[in-house]
């Protein structure tokens, strides 16, 4: 069973940056596809990005694109989500997930608790 634990959110004014860091436990990170996904307040929650098992590959969403980066130490069991330009549309709750296969219709089957990410303008 794979834990996962965020951290890192907080209040950035925009324009400002963050970085997010998702720790593991309970399993072999590097067996594991990770992503990021994030739900604003009174909205569905959306996809961010996601990040092979090497680490060499990784896919965003075009809301995030060229300003967002996932990146990975399988050393450290850790996934990072590093958000450059932030503005207020991307204030949410980010949530860091883990899937053992890359497959997009393959469900994302462990989740962590989410940690708060406030832009102010």
């Known amino acids: 069973q794979v834990q996962l634990v965020e951290s890192g959110g907080g209040l950035v004014q925009a324009g400002g940056s963050l970085r997010l860091s998702c720790s593991t436990s309970g399993g072999t990170f590097s067996n594991y596809f990770m992503g990021w996904f994030r739900q604003a307040q009174g909205k569905e929650r959306e996809f961010v990005g996601k990040i092979n098992k090497g680490g060499d590959t990784t896919d965003y969403a075009d809301s995030v694109k060229d300003r967002f980066i996932i990146s990975r130490d399988n050393t450290k069991n850790t996934v990072y989500l590093q958000m450059n330009s932030l503005n207020p549309e991307d204030t949410a709750v980010y949530y860091c997930?883990?899937?053992?296969?890359?497959?997009?219709?393959?469900?994302?089957?462990?989740w962590g608790k989410g940690t708060q990410v406030t832009v102010s303008t």
């Open positions: 997930a883990a899937k053992a296969y890359g497959v997009n219709t393959y469900p994302w089957g462990y």
